[in-house]
């Protein structure tokens, strides 16, 4: 993913999520959008072989069906205590899925 500098700021980051069809999920780790990874290519990875869905930073509701997925996305969040008035424009581009 490469990630906009505009996109940086006070705790922005990204999470890659699944969701089955039941809409349960498991998420990635957060990745937090700062100098290091800004303007440039990042890597976005969910390991569907993580037999307790709970990665470091992810989580997981406890009833995702890997057999049964129904979507993969990736959040873009502006993280809390964000100062007055901040925001969160920018632009993010994906090159390639892989599974």
């Given amino acids: 993913m490469y990630i906009d500098p505009s996109l940086k700021g006070t705790n922005n980051g990204i999470q ?3 969701k089955d069809s039941d809409w349960s999920y498991g998420a990635g780790p957060w990745i937090n959008v ?10 976005v990875t969910l390991n ?3 037999p307790n869905w709970s990665w470091a930073g992810g989580g997981s509701d406890g009833q995702l069906d890997i057999t049964k997925i129904k979507a993969i996305g990736i959040k873009i969040l502006m993280g809390g205590n964000a100062p007055a008035g901040e925001t969160l424009e920018g632009s ?3 090159d390639s899925i892989n599974y």
């Fill in 34 to 43: 700062s100098d290091s990874n800004v303007g440039t290519w990042t890597e």
């Fill in 92 to 94: 993010y581009w994906l």
């Fill in 48 to 50: 569907f072989d993580n």
């Fill in 16 to 18: 890659i999520f699944a």
